[in-house]
């Protein structure tokens, strides 16, 4: 355990233990970083009234009850009752010697719980937009920390892929010729295709009513319509298998689970919630009514599962889907990374599978809510035109504008355009990671390729600077496995910001919270800014205060590439 605020949470809680009795042992030590001292304990002043006395004298009874020689330099009681705690260098140093040894960093594998996490989920039959890059992006920066941590993982991709809408788009292929739409589909046209079949169907009778006869054709499993439906599917995957390469993300088609998928099982579903008495025929539709939602009028909200025209929606394959993720992939949690606005949607399904017993105690559903992306106008991210944005030609944008950002740099061209394609996407993918997963943010190409602040570039290029200075000195980074000295307050900074590193992953796990991990590597890399300013590395004169920096150097460029590799940000070797 290299952290030390859990260090000291475990030391403190024993000294409360002895001092105040067990009952004690288990209060929370409030130890939070200070600026008098690394950490200050505040358990005295919140404990002062259970224990009937001053705030002071219960610190200074904790202070004498507490054993700390080992971990701090300094323990002293503060202000009305604070315990200034002052981590001893050495430790700070043994610590982070300790993190080094270790391949994993710190990071503890913990028993592994099976965890099934649904996203990125475009639909092929309406458009991929930026909101499905960001469940892409987060939901695969979420499955890389937890197969880190030891958890198994199953990616589920929920495409959107059956519904009433591909009525109209059969027809539209069959109106455009097969092999044009599908070649259209694969090159990522899918978004125009769409709005071109739905113009039709709203003002062309004739249309609409061919596309209305197509819907039951294909839920009968009518042959020549699955085998266009099938074809329409595959193109759609082409293209979004691209994206997927393009941005470097883990999902493949093994991983697709789409609606169409659960099809078969919703009829079943019906039942089973109809004969535990959970669903009921209102207006002709079979609807669930989890207690607590109300909607207008504090009238009960309706969860539909089977329309009046027997038709199954959205709400029924999800709870086919959470059936199935429980029953036969034995999940122990369940993230769903969608979008915020279906937030109600989520709760009424998990409230509905846990009337059913779907869903027991034992398991975790989780909604991991995706803010909106926004354009410069504050309003849902859009071309000029009003059209939504073409994904691959964004990624290209963003590609482009990287490669301005270091042409004067003087790389070949074949150089160049890898590093921009690793900078450009980069870029994209950690702005949407480094914002609290349930804010919106405003999509800007300058802000995101800056090469300072709280940005993908500036933590390549704080990799980059790393490696310069070994390139420099003819050292490879493994072989710096000097013993760790703290001298001067930046070394000192360094290392204590390192050995936060274990914790903050394992917190990403825990709380499905990745820009967790973009705050602790902005500030490393801010600490390491601090420490090459003010303590020279190759040139330091003392050969063990080199070796050390050497040390601390290394260290700090493998958490900041692990840290990257978790988020799925990949990193060029020069900058
Ligand atoms: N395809 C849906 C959409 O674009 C997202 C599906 C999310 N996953 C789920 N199990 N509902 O809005």
Redesign the pocket.
């Known amino acids: 355990m290299v952290d030390p605020q859990v260090v000291l949470t475990e030391r403190v809680q024993r000294a409360l233990g002895a001092a105040f009795g067990p009952e004690y042992a288990d209060a929370d030590p409030l130890i939070r970083p200070s600026q008098f001292a690394d950490y200050q304990a505040n358990v005295a002043l919140s404990l002062a009234k259970r224990l009937r006395r001053a705030p002071r004298d219960v610190a200074q009874a904790l202070v004498d009850a507490l054993d700390v020689a080992d971990v701090c330099a300094g323990v002293e009681v503060s202000g009305p009752g604070f315990v200034n705690l002052t981590l001893a260098d050495t430790w700070i140093a043994g610590q982070a010697e300790a993190m080094r040894d270790d391949e994993a960093l710190g990071v503890a594998r913990r028993a592994p719980q099976t965890v099934v996490i649904?996203?990125s989920?475009?639909?092929a039959a309406?458009e991929m937009h930026v909101?499905?890059l960001r469940?892409t992006i987060v939901g695969d920066a979420l499955a890389r920390v937890h197969e880190h941590v030891g958890d198994h993982v199953i990616r589920?991709n929920?495409?959107?892929d059956w519904g009433t809408p591909f009525g109209m788009l059969m027809e539209h292929l069959l109106d455009v010729g097969e092999e044009e739409a599908l070649r259209r589909l694969a090159s990522g046209d899918g978004n125009a295709f769409y709005q071109e079949a739905r113009h039709k169907f709203d003002t062309d009778p004739a249309f609409e009513e061919r596309a209305r006869r197509r819907v039951p054709l294909l839920q009968g499993g009518d042959p020549e319509s699955m085998r266009l439906w099938h074809e329409f599917i595959e193109h759609s995957k082409r293209y979004f298998n691209q994206i997927y390469r393009e941005l470097g993300v883990t999902l493949t088609d093994e991983h697709i689970a789409g609606?169409s998928m659960y099809n078969p099982m919703l009829a079943d579903v019906c039942d089973e919630l109809e004969r535990a008495g959970i669903a009921r025929i209102s207006d002709g539709a079979l609807c669930v009514f989890p207690p607590g939602f109300t909607g207008r009028d504090d009238q009960p909200l309706p969860l539909i599962i089977r329309k009046s025209d027997g038709g199954y929606g959205?709400a029924t394959?999800?709870l086919a889907?959470i059936r199935y993720r429980v029953r036969e992939l034995k999940a122990d949690r369940i993230l769903?990374?969608?979008?915020a606005t279906?937030a109600l949607?989520?709760q009424m399904v998990f409230a509905t599978a846990r009337m059913a017993g779907w869903l027991t105690d034992d398991v975790r559903a989780e909604h991991v809510q995706i803010g909106n992306v926004l354009g410069e106008d504050g309003k849902i991210f859009r071309t000029r035109s009003g059209k939504s944005i073409k994904l691959s030609e964004l990624l290209e944008e963003a590609v482009e504008r990287a490669e301005a950002v270091i042409a004067d740099r003087g790389y070949d061209p074949e150089t160049r355009k890898e590093i921009a394609r690793k900078v450009g996407i980069g870029a994209v993918k950690y702005a949407d990671l480094s914002v609290s997963h349930d804010s919106e943010y405003v999509f800007d190409f300058d802000r995101m390729l800056a090469l300072t602040g709280n940005t993908g570039p500036y933590l390549q290029y704080a990799t980059a600077r790393i490696r310069s200075i070994f390139r420099k000195g003819g050292i490879d980074p493994e072989q710096a496995t000097g013993a760790i000295r703290l001298g001067e307050p930046a070394e000192r900074a360094l290392a204590l910001t390192l050995l936060g590193y274990p914790s903050v992953v394992e917190k990403v796990a825990e709380a499905s919270e990745p820009h967790r991990l973009c705050t602790f590597l902005f500030e490393l890399a801010q600490a390491f800014t601090g420490f090459y300013e003010s303590c020279p590395v190759l040139t330091a004169e003392d050969p063990a205060v080199r070796e050390s920096r050497l040390a601390l150097s290394a260290l700090t460029l493998r958490v900041l590439l692990q840290g990257l590799d978790l988020l799925g940000i990949e990193v060029p070797e020069r900058m």
């Open positions: 649904d996203y989920a475009p639909n309406k909101g499905h469940t589920q929920h495409l959107g609606e959205y394959t999800d889907a769903y990374v969608v979008g279906q949607h989520f």
